[in-house]
């Protein structure tokens, strides 16, 4: 759980867990289920495309101001702050490489992935975290977000063409939530965290911070539903008004209200359930604070063993959804066990203790 001091807030780690469980469904559903089971599967794989990675990257820029504003109240100056982002920015895309490398050895090692672009998120964005404190470069950070997502949108065509003729920089920079655009999102989430932040250390209403958001949530949705039901066609909640770049999606205009409209009603219910009305829900929690590792473990778990090495296959409902509730339970377990085994394993590859343990007799010698 979140200790003193650390920036930590418990409503904040149920909502990534809801975002892990949303990716734990969108996995199974694209590697258990049959094709057979027709629009029932794509559209289970789409809403859970739209709503897990969106959350996660949306949560990386929300959560920078409050974790820069804990590392310098326990007297950690900038620059540390910035390095040590830095390294856990190049840790988790050296991650997201490793998972390349496991669960799908026929890409590229060195192709992109969301892990490496909440890496270069936190890597980019942290050195201007302190600018957030002053309102008018909030505004900024928001202004550069649409800049971001409407220069990508405007240069979809050009890209469309182009990459073919350049696969090294198709596989490294435009696959799985590429930066450009899902920066957007960050950029978004670091102004809205500053917001928060600020009504925290000035014992503002953040009550009424959230009422707004999900008021702006519900707007969102209910400008989404008509132009959702006004294409004129039947090719609705799937991708075919979305950007398709280097077989890889990113949301179209219509649907951004759609991801919005989520991030923005389902984060202020999580802060009412979890802050106001007590419910802590301490299995969301533990998923949420453990999410990297479980994000890694799951893939592994539900591609590499279920699926390939198995056979697994699902042709009926009942059994995935069995299937699912009991990977949803093994994952919590192995959340419950994974800071023990983080702090032994660390403890055990400091300097001092391999240097330790390489003085110790063996009592196998005469």
């Not at 807030?9 to 089971?37: C, K, P, Y």
């Not at 490793?98 to 672009?117: D, N, R």
Request: contains cysteine.
């Amino acid at each position: 759980m979140a200790g003193p001091g650390s920036g930590r807030q418990l409503f904040l780690d149920a909502f990534r867990g809801f975002a892990l469980i949303a990716m734990v469904l969108n996995h199974t559903a694209r590697w258990w289920l049959e094709r057979s089971m027709g629009w029932t599967r794509y559209h289970l794989v789409y809403v859970t495309m739209t709503v897990a990675a969106p959350i996660f990257l949306f949560l990386v820029g929300f959560c920078l101001p409050l974790s820069y504003r804990a590392s310098r109240a326990r007297g950690l100056g900038y620059g540390r702050v910035v390095w040590r982002a830095l390294r856990r920015g190049a840790g988790l895309v050296v991650v997201g490489w490793a998972l390349t490398f496991l669960v799908f050895p026929a890409e590229p090692v060195f192709s992109g992935g969301v892990l490496q672009t909440i890496g270069l998120s936190i890597a980019l964005l942290t050195p201007l975290v302190p600018l957030g404190r002053h309102p008018a470069w909030r505004g900024l950070g928001l202004a550069a977000g649409l800049a971001v997502y409407a220069t990508f949108a405007l240069a979809h065509p050009a890209l469309t063409a182009w990459l073919p003729r350049h696969p090294v920089v198709a596989e490294v920079w435009f696959t799985d939530f590429p930066l450009w655009p899902w920066f957007a999102i960050v950029l978004l989430g670091g102004a809205l965290g500053w917001a928060w932040a600020d009504l925290g250390e000035r014992g503002g209403d953040r009550t009424r911070y959230v009422t707004r958001m999900a008021a702006a949530g519900v707007l969102c949705l209910a400008a989404f539903l008509p132009l959702e039901l006004a294409r004129g066609d039947a090719w609705r909640l799937t991708s075919r008004h979305d950007f398709i770049l280097n077989q890889h999606w990113s949301p179209g205009g219509v649907t951004v209200l759609w991801v919005f409209g989520v991030i923005f009603t389902a984060l202020p219910a999580t802060y009412y359930l979890v802050e106001l009305r007590g419910l802590h829900a301490r299995w969301l929690v533990v998923l949420g604070q453990n999410a990297l590792a479980l994000y890694v473990v799951h893939q592994v778990f539900v591609l590499t063993i279920v699926r390939q090495h198995l056979g697994v296959w699902f042709e009926s409902w009942w059994p995935y959804v069995v299937a699912n509730a009991a990977l949803l339970a093994l994952l919590v377990g192995l959340g419950r066990l994974w800071p023990e085994f983080k702090r032994r394993a660390t403890s055990a590859l400091r300097p001092a203790a391999l240097l330790r343990a390489m003085r110790t007799p063996s009592g196998g010698g005469p």
